[in-house]
């Protein structure tokens, strides 16, 4: 069974900053990745930001400079710290995690937390 919970969404003016937290819960098998995603009104969902098990890490290029994907095993929990943040930075942001069980790739998404930047 594997449960992500999201946490730390909200209201924040352009410029503000928020951390964002996905708490991954694998109780079987074995973590590849873990992303974040987000989903603006009308718009396809699109990866923000991601770190593998390497803790090599990968980002949108709307984002570079300004968020920061990070991971803390002890806590099994990956943050996403959002910097100078702007109005089209306005979606819900889902958690994602692949994981490996008995030689096979899965997946699972979180319940999504919603960030609105005002101007």
């Known amino acids: 069974q594997v449960q992500l919970v999201e946490s730390g969404g909200g209201l924040v003016q352009a410029g503000g900053s928020l951390r964002l937290s996905c708490v991954v819960s694998?109780?079987?098998?074995?973590?590849?990745?873990t992303e974040w995603h987000r989903q603006a009104p009308g718009m396809q969902r699109e990866l923000v930001a991601g770190i593998d098990s390497g803790e090599n890490t990968n980002y949108a290029d709307s984002v570079k400079g300004r968020f920061t994907i990070s991971r803390d095993n002890a806590k099994n929990t990956v943050y996403l710290q959002m910097n100078s943040l702007k109005p089209e930075d306005t979606a819900v942001y889902y958690c994602?995690?692949?994981?490996?069980?008995?030689?096979?790739?899965?997946?699972?998404w979180g319940q999504g937390t919603h960030v609105t930047v005002s101007s």
């Open positions: 694998v109780l079987t098998g074995e973590i590849a990745a």
């Open positions: 994602y995690t692949e994981f490996w069980r008995l030689g096979t790739l899965y997946n699972e």
